[in-house]
T-cell receptor, first 117, second 116 residues
Framework: AQKITQTQPGMFVQEKEAVTLDCTYDTSDQSYGLFWYKQPSSGEMIFLIYQGSYDEQNATEGRYSLNFQKARKSANLVISASQLGDSAMYFCAMRDPTYNQGGKLIFGQGTELSVKP | DTEVTQTPKHLVMGMTNKKSLKCEQHMGHRAMYWYKQKAKKPPELMFVYSYEKLSINESVPSRFSPECPNSSLLNLHLHALQPEDSALYLC???????????????FGDGTRLSIL
């Protein structure tokens, strides 16, 4: 069964510094995708970045990048030049391929990031 | 602004009330989802609609009743809820639920539900 593990319940980072949020996953499938979502205290879940298992390059979207290490089954999110607005809960997720009629997302427990001025 | 719109943003209801949560998307997505989320926890899947048909019910109590009137709309009808049902209810949509691992689910802002 697929599983996502985020081992950092909470993290602090100084404004303008970079921060890495850890995510490890467990799957026996060869083809899979990993997603990162941001959830501010207001509640909306914002899709940030996607990494496919066959992608040769690490995904990047603006200040967000994914440090994808397939052999280690890790997909860490790197946020460069942190801003106060980055303070939020961050979830790593993957689609459950056994739900072939549902596309269910399997989420990690999340990491709460606080950016200090 | 999110492309998935949920109304209302906040809802307070008594245990005997009947209310509905609404979700709308205009991205042409054919899969829509309801999630329940408790504070500081990940979302938990409740229902999935694929091409307007209910494809997954995660053993949700019958006091929650989903409805998909058309490909753009998703409702969640609530009746006789319990205090433990107080949570953030998130709607999401994706292009297609059946194929591909790289389709993100796009979420709405959620409805914060409080049961008195």
């Amino acid at each position: 069964a697929q599983k996502i593990t985020q081992t950092q319940p909470g993290m602090f980072v100084q404004e303008k510094e970079a921060v890495t949020l850890d995510c490890t996953y467990d799957t026996s499938d060869q083809s899979y995708g990993l997603f990162w979502y941001k959830q501010p205290s207001s509640g909306e879940m914002i899709f940030l970045i996607y990494q496919g298992s066959y992608d040769e390059q690490n995904a990047t979207e603006g200040r967000y990048s994914l440090n994808f290490q397939k052999a280690r089954k890790s997909a860490n999110l790197v946020i460069s030049a942190s801003q106060l607005g980055d303070s939020a809960m961050y979830f790593c997720a993957m689609r459950d391929p056994t739900y072939n009629q549902g596309g269910k997302l399997i989420f990690g427990q999340g990491t709460e990031l606080s950016v200090k001025p | 602004d999110t492309e998935v719109t949920q109304t209302p943003k906040h809802l307070v209801m008594g245990m005997t009330n009947k209310k509905s949560l609404k979700c709308e998307q205009h991205m042409g997505h054919r899969a829509m989802y309801w999630y329940k989320q408790k504070a500081k926890k990940p979302p938990e899947l409740m229902f999935v609609y694929s091409y307007e048909k209910l494809s997954i019910n995660e053993s949700v109590p019958s006091r929650f009743s989903p409805e998909c009137p058309n490909s753009s709309l998703l409702n969640l009808h609530l009746h006789a809820l319990q205090p433990e049902d107080s949570a953030l209810y998130l709607c999401a949509s994706s292009q297609d639920s059946q194929t591909g691992t790289n389709q993100p689910q796009h979420f709405g802002d959620g409805t914060r539900l409080s049961i008195l």
